[in-house]
């Protein structure tokens, strides 16, 4: 019988010593799995360190029941440590929502943004092919009211720096006002994940489409060549032909 290390009760017969194993996903009333073990390089299954076991943990207690349903002590029986060594890698929880935000994506979104194979055009729109559920900065303001709380300010910093590549490729992309459109995608994103929520449905294929139209109507078209038989409208992005125009 397979036993998890600290779902063990030894209980003592007057001939043999058993032991009675509980499952390993039932601490506390938490029916999700607990952080898989590693294993070592001659297989044998090991766990990993602490401070990574607490952060998995809390990971996946987070997103799957929310910051404020989750106490300290069911994130120690996930993670498999007790308090005192759960405070020997983090002053409290503060300091581990805010860990976990930092970890979720510190390099902001590189599986688009620093792809060469993509122009910069195709680099805005496959922000949008991202599918995750909601997410984890959005929903640690919402539940965290104080905005100097560690966590608030490392989701704010988050967004600043989300919406500040999206403006970088959009310069890239020779938008005209980089900086505005940089806010309108980041606005809109953010908008389709918390309305994907609240829906319980998809709603960033619309939020596509919808960037798909910012981005090229960002994006001055080129002037025809001199002696050409169409104009471009000014500000409307239309073609006119020369050759139906009225004098």
Do not use: W
């Amino acid at each position: 019988m397979l036993c998890t290390p600290i779902s063990v009760l030894n209980l003592v017969h007057r001939r043999s010593a058993r032991k009675l194993c509980t499952p390993s996903g039932t601490h506390l009333g938490y029916a999700g799995r607990v952080p898989e073990l590693e294993k070592g390089p001659r297989g044998l299954r090991r766990g990993r360190g602490a401070r990574e076991r607490i952060l998995s943990a809390s990971q996946q207690l987070f997103r799957d029941q929310g910051i404020n349903n989750t106490g300290t002590d069911q994130l120690c029986a996930v993670a498999e440590v007790s308090k005192r060594t759960l405070y020997q890698h983090f002053s409290g929880k503060d300091e581990l929502i805010a860990e976990c935000l930092r970890r979720f994506d510190p390099d902001i979104l590189p599986e688009v943004f620093d792809r060469t194979d993509l122009t910069p055009r195709e680099r805005l729109l496959a922000a949008f092919d991202v599918h995750a559920p909601l997410c984890p900065f959005i929903a640690a303001a919402v539940e965290i009211s104080d905005p100097g709380h560690p966590a608030r300010v490392q989701a704010r910093d988050y967004k600043k720096a989300f919406a500040a590549r999206l403006t970088d490729t959009a310069r890239e992309a020779g938008v005209t006002n980089p900086e505005e459109l940089g806010e309108q995608l980041a606005l809109l994103l953010d908008g389709a994940s918390a309305r994907s929520r609240v829906l319980d449905t998809e709603t960033l294929a619309t939020a596509a489409a919808i960037a798909a139209v910012l981005v090229d109507n960002a994006i001055p078209t080129a002037a025809p060549p001199a002696g050409a038989g169409a104009v471009e409208q000014p500000g409307r992005g239309h073609i006119l032909d020369r050759t139906t125009e009225k004098i």
